[in-house]
């Protein structure tokens, strides 16, 4: 089958035949028969995209030996960030070939093989290749725990295994109307903080939450806030219900406090309805300029108190990125990274990119130990028709 195309029905056909911890295994298979490929292993990125953690093809598990890897400054640094194949001589007459793995703007890893002969074509099947990889590992890590030990480098508390388990399985997602990254830095003491997203049929739901407290006290709350959130979501609520239903939850079960901020994006207008529950307000970058939005506050969930939550618009425009934030991104050690000169200089890096720089120069600021939490998303809004007649003000609002 030397040189001829990628039957992607007969590779994701022995994916399924395979256990499912054998992704990685089925890709260098199909890798070896076709070019004679050496040396083929996968790269995790880590749960704070600061390392890579190597899982090799069960015939080569001594590459599996070399421990984590640094991403900072890396050559898989660049291949991530570029989301571009990368090719060089490996020193004996053949070419070591790193390429990305990435399912709808979820950078999972990086595919590294070793080939004897490498010209377009097979550069083009092993970029296939790597791009199948993506769907089987998707799929896969349902079935399996190898996936998520292989993004950790550290050994994680409890209250940090029930924190990552409320998050999106993918930090990113890009769309036809919108791009969306996130990125949660854990506290030493893990602080409550989780974002949330999903997309149906006609609009985008966003969340971005900090349960009060710290460690599992902080991690149970979490999970009470995020399932009532998510449960009405699910039985079709918009941002203004979503609110109602997770104040209720924390008022009836427990005695914690959490604030959060929801919002539902019509993906045909680009229309935002939104609740803000005692949540620092975000950041929109627009024109050139970057302005923390004058939303009104309400009080967090869980305050028993006769005041209601007031739904309100933020009318996006093509070109908008908006930075949602939690209070670890600005607060103590934090406090002395400017985000809006931040948010600026990297306007042109895709959000993924930009979550990384935000986070890691929070990460700097407070010398490697967070007292709470971290956590940034943003969304970038391309639109997809001509957006209605404007009746808002210069920051978007709809009064």
Not at 37 to 57: H, K, M
Request: hydrophobic letters at 40%; charged letters at 25%; glycine letters at 8%.
């Amino acid at each position: 089958m030397k040189g001829e195309d990628l039957e992607l029905g007969e590779l994701l056909a022995a994916a399924e035949a395979a256990p499912p911890g054998e992704s990685v295994d089925v890709v260098a298979h199909d890798l070896q028969k076709r070019f004679g490929a050496e040396r083929v292993s996968f790269l995790f990125v880590d749960l704070i995209g600061q390392r890579l953690v190597r899982l090799a093809a069960s015939d080569d598990e001594a590459l599996d030996d070399a421990g984590p890897v640094a991403l900072q400054g890396s050559v898989y640094d660049g291949v991530l960030r570029s989301q571009r194949q990368h090719v060089e001589p490996d020193g004996q007459g053949g070419r070591h070939v790193i390429t990305p793995v990435t399912n709808r703007g979820d950078c999972i890893g990086v595919l590294e093989v070793t080939l004897q002969s490498a010209d377009d074509t097979v550069l083009r099947q092993v970029r296939d290749a790597a791009h199948a990889l993506a769907y089987i590992i998707v799929t896969d890590r349902r079935f399996t725990d190898l996936y998520h030990l292989g993004r950790r480098t550290t050994k994680p508390s409890l209250a940090a295994e029930i924190q990552h388990q409320l998050l999106p399985s993918a930090p990113c997602c890009e769309a036809e109307q919108f791009t969306l990254a996130a990125g949660l830095v854990p506290a030493d003491d893990i602080g409550g903080d989780t974002y949330d997203y999903t997309l149906d049929r006609d609009t985008l739901h966003l969340s971005i939450t900090d349960a009060m407290g710290h460690d599992t006290d902080s991690a149970l709350l979490a999970t009470l806030l995020v399932g009532a959130l998510r449960r009405a979501r699910r039985s079709g609520c918009d941002a203004l219900k979503q609110a109602r239903h997770a104040h209720e939850a924390l008022l009836s079960h427990s005695r914690g406090l959490a604030t959060g901020q929801l919002f539902c994006v019509d993906l045909e207008t680009g229309l935002c309805e939104l609740v803000n529950a005692g949540h620092p307000r975000p950041l929109l970058l627009r024109g050139g300029a970057v302005e923390e939005l004058e939303l009104g506050v309400n009080l967090p969930f869980g305050v028993a108190a006769s005041s209601s939550y007031r739904l309100q618009e933020l009318q996006l425009c093509p070109g908008d990125r908006l930075v949602l934030l939690t209070d670890g991104m600005q607060e103590r050690g934090a406090a002395a990274v400017d985000l809006a000169a931040i948010v600026h200089h990297t306007r042109a890096l895709h959000p993924r990119e930009a979550v990384r720089g935000l986070t890691a120069s929070v990460l700097d600021a407070c010398h490697g130990n967070l007292r709470d939490d971290a956590t940034v998303l943003i969304l970038d809004w391309h639109g997809k028709r001509s957006r209605p007649a404007d009746t808002s003000d210069s920051y978007g609002l709809v009064r």
